[in-house]
């Protein structure tokens, strides 16, 4: 007989499978949700009722057909009553939203930071802000069903420890430890907390929210100052072993290439990542800030030093697509970070060089689009994050014991 812990597991399961369904299809009704995960009509009906109370699930009004009678009530995902707190705790900003179930944006802030050197500072000011959202949506009588914050560089998620993020200078923090003793006493207390490394939250935005969620295998590949991938395989994000899964910034492109942070020649973090475009910069936020301004309107204007450049870059990037498409054999492709500001002078070299390939292999090419959440990919990916791990009850309860990221 299953202890009782393995009873509430399996419920949870099973509750979850039905959210899942309606996710992927909705107006489905209670008969054909029964039908579609193959549990009885009266498991599914007593679970339903249950969603319904929760604010998950919402119900159609019923529809009078005459002799035939009414027609099976068509249940929906509720956008109305729950939330997912999501935060991007990035290199020169932290950007704060909540989202529905759905991931609609219910409330979207930016708050710079006040001293960046200070990690404990920035943790206690992300904090503050996130409490400041939750009353907010509480007045809204909105219940929030847990936080996700993304972070630029090595986290080990079970743990939530931030273990290097060089972009920002911050070593071994434990960043869940932290939120959770800032969160005492406030409407977070005690709710589910997910911290990940910003390129794997990011392709849960585009897999779990975007219209084009069904796509399965997915690679979110983010560039900035330096390149990462996050990875989704059969509805699971893809971490690896340790948690290098998606560490293509330091894969080679070029044999004794441009020396790389990472020690090696040739990654595609030296000669894609901004860092490669932008030579040395002051670390100041608003040193980095106005040399991509810079950067970005020197393209725009078709400075040829600089589009020349960018098209050197663009080529490279379109090299680094191929492999990715080859290693993984993705649906789709989607890129994002603060690089797609260059535009078509970055992003047609890339795509030229990906179709000269797939031409020669006599196969086609894998969808690349650029992401449309723009600035907020990782805010509202952490909050996908949340929504994805709570309904994966398995995937909740087994979160590996280690993991790290480096990007």
Partial sequence: MLVTGDQQLLRQINRMVLVRKLLSESELSRADLAEA???????????????????WFSESELVVTGSLGRRPTPLHIDGARLALLGADLGID??????????GEVLEHHVVPYENVN?????????????????????????TILGIGVGMHGGVDESAGVLHFAPNLGWKNVNAAEQLRNHF??????????????????????EFEFSAQSGADPLIYLSIGYGVGA????????????????????????????????CGRRGCAEAVIGLGNLLGKVGKSMPERRQALQTLFEQVQSGVASRTAAVEVAGRNLGVLLNNLWVAFDP????????AMQLGDAFLSP?????????????????????????????AIGAAALVRYHLTRPLTYQNQPSTGTRHD
């Fill in 37 to 55: 995960v193959g549990l009885t009509k009266s498991t599914v009906s007593l679970l339903v009722r249950e969603l319904v109370e929760e604010g």
């Fill in 93 to 102: 900003e932290i950007r704060i939203v909540a989202t529905n179930l759905l």
């Fill in 118 to 142: 200070n990690v404990s500072a920035c943790l206690k000011l992300l904090a503050k802000a996130m409490v400041r959202v939750a009353r907010k949506l509480i007045t809204q009588q909105r």
């Fill in 184 to 205: 005492l006493a406030t409407p977070l207390a005690d709710l589910p907390l997910f911290v990940q490394n910003e390129a794997d939250v990011a392709a849960l935005a």
């Fill in 230 to 261: 996050g990875v989704v395989v059969r509805d699971s994000l893809l971490t690896g072993y340790r948690g290098f899964a998606g560490e293509v910034g330091h894969t080679i492109l070029q044999a004794n290439g441009p020396l790389c942070s």
């Fill in 331 to 338: 649906m789709r492709i989607v890129l994002g970070g603060p």
């Fill in 350 to 378: 890339a795509l030229a060089v990906l179709k000269e390939y797939s031409t020669v292999a006599q196969l086609p090419a894998p969808l690349i689009q650029t992401t449309g959440y723009g600035e907020d990919a990782v």
